[in-house]
């Protein structure tokens, strides 16, 4: 049974442009969210996907989107990136309800130049 | 809203001595509580939690933690520690079940000979 998994690992872009960040949750699994890890930081929650709906949002910018998919696969994008937005982005998924626990990928490295 | 503080961003320890990462937690509602474990350049994986019930909880690798409500605490406790037990460890809070997780900015566990 494959976790959750993550693309790509590692992804080196320039100030200003975009970038589209991917999951794909844990089998049985039907909740995906999003963190934001910089260095030397603790995780911090960006938004929450459920249903194809966004459903709690962190204190990130409008230029942080995302979606999912009907098959519970989802993507982060972030457009006009900056300096600030290096880090490590996490993607964690779940079942919705009861006290399931949040699996986490191993993330993508996002380097802003 | 919530917040977690860990109170040691290092702690050094020798090989099967014991160990005490501390974690203390602010909330107005009910939590539930989590430590998480970090290994370099992998994602989060999940130690113990607390959810209700008994205080004391055990988790995976020797780990277990105790909830205190009365001093807002979840400190980690491993009686012997390996060097294999080196690694960032998280202490995470949410408010709900199919809530977002808010973590403290993590401690550094590192195990000498």
């Known amino acids: 049974d494959a976790g959750v998994t993550q693309s790509p690992t590692h992804l080196i872009k320039t100030r200003g442009q975009q970038v589209t960040l991917r999951c794909s949750p844990k089998?049985?699994?039907?909740?995906v969210s999003w963190y934001q890890q910089a260095l030397g930081q603790g995780p911090q929650f960006i938004f929450q996907?459920?249903?194809?709906?966004?459903?709690q949002r962190g204190n990130f910018p409008d230029r942080f989107s995302g979606h999912q998919f009907p098959n519970y696969s989802s993507e982060l994008n972030v457009n006009a990136l900056w300096l600030g937005d290096s880090a490590l982005y996490l993607c964690a998924s779940r079942g919705w309800g009861g006290t399931d626990t949040q699996y986490f990928g191993p993330g993508t490295r996002l380097t802003v130049l | 809203a919530q917040s977690v503080t860990q109170l040691d961003s290092q702690v050094p320890v020798f090989e099967e001595a014991p160990v005490e990462l501390r974690c203390n937690y602010s909330?107005?509602?009910?939590?539930?509580l989590f430590w998480y474990v970090q290994y370099p350049n992998q994602g989060l994986q999940l130690l113990l939690k607390y959810l209700s019930g008994s205080t004391l909880v055990k988790g995976i690798n020797g780990f277990e933690a105790e909830f205190n409500k009365s001093q807002t605490s979840f400190h980690l406790r491993k009686p012997s520690v390996h060097i294999s037990d080196t690694a960032e460890y998280f202490c995470?809070?949410?408010?709900?079940?199919?809530?977002?997780?808010?973590f403290g900015t993590g401690t550094r566990l590192q195990v000498t000979l």
């Open positions: 909330s107005s509602v009910s939590v539930y």
């Open positions: 996907y459920y249903e194809e709906e966004e459903r």
């Open positions: 995470a809070v949410a408010t709900g079940t199919a809530s977002k997780l808010t």
């Open positions: 089998s049985g699994h039907d909740t």
